[in-house]
């Protein structure tokens, strides 16, 4: 390693966002470990920015697989500067379509696997008195959509998690920086979305129609994976680094119009809201 150079560790590199962000963090001079499940990937990462690239098997829904592989990477580089939480995958289905099995299919990657990567890899962080932690939701973790109650319910508690925890660790030098990207041009609308066994022709004009909107788009998107990863590098290395980054015009405008609802309905609510303490009550300090 270079005295200059950051160790990356990226989870789910096989396709997608998680592949493009490592290649702009090795196209930038850094050493990028990404996770796969199959050693028969190997190569191909290799291969993606020869020398800065490097491979590991790592499964997120496995906690011995996190254990192990964080300790690899600490092993081989002597620290890790920056996580990005990236394995998951996409479900689609009204709510009631779901059995709980499903959802919690859904929760032990979305959520859990990020949950348990970021705490393993926080005492190798407070030990180096730095860290940042780059956790990919999505826009339906912001913003409701039909028919993605359950996989935006997984990314609402990653954010939720991620927001807390960033005022438990900043004092540690560590910041966490949430990605809310929309639909980019990867496999996440095609092959890679799950929906649920039970399909009720209810639910046809809601989730199934977003359904369909997700498959007539499929392979057309008009946002690039590269040039979000691009964004999430520079806003990750910034001074400025919001809690909260939103990527391509469907996630900026669906942000707008979520912003301005819930601003409607404090305003309009205020009064009552700010009427409910005792008349003698001290309100402390938090």
Do not use: C
């Amino acid at each position: 390693m270079e005295k200059n150079q950051k160790v990356w560790l990226v989870t789910g590199v096989s396709t997608g966002l998680g592949r493009e962000i490592a290649k702009v963090a090795a196209e930038q001079g850094n050493i990028v470990v990404g996770t796969l499940r199959n050693e028969n990937q190997f190569d191909d990462f290799y291969n993606l920015v020869p020398g800065n690239t490097h491979p590991i098997i790592m499964d997120v829904t496995k906690k011995e697989d996190i254990t192990a592989g964080i300790a690899k990477v600490i092993s081989d580089y002597g620290q890790i500067d920056v996580l990005v939480n990236n394995a998951g995958f996409g479900l689609i289905g009204a709510g009631e379509e779901f059995s709980e099995e499903e959802a919690r299919q859904q929760f032990e990657t979305n959520f859990w696997g990020a949950f348990n990567t970021t705490l393993s890899i926080l005492p190798q962080m407070r030990k180096q008195a730095s860290g940042n932690i780059i956790q990919i939701s999505a826009i339906g973790g912001f913003a409701a959509y039909p028919g993605m109650s359950v996989y935006g319910a997984s990314k609402i508690a990653l954010e939720g998690f991620s927001e807390s925890l960033a005022a438990e660790v900043a004092g540690f030098g560590i910041k966490i920086m949430n990605v809310l990207p929309g639909p980019m041009r990867t496999n996440w609308a095609g092959g890679s979305l799950k929906s649920p066994k039970k399909e009720m022709p209810e639910y046809a004009e809601s989730a199934g129609k977003f359904k369909g909107f997700l498959a007539s788009i499929n392979g057309q998107q008009p946002w690039s994976p590269y040039k979000t990863a691009q964004v999430i590098y520079e806003a990750s290395q910034s001074d400025k680094t919001p809690s909260r980054l939103f990527v391509g015009d469907m996630s900026v405008e669906s942000a707008d119009k979520v912003i301005a609802k819930l601003t409607t309905d404090l305003n309009n609510w205020r009064e009552q809201a700010l009427s409910t303490k005792f008349d003698d009550a001290v309100i402390a300090a938090h």
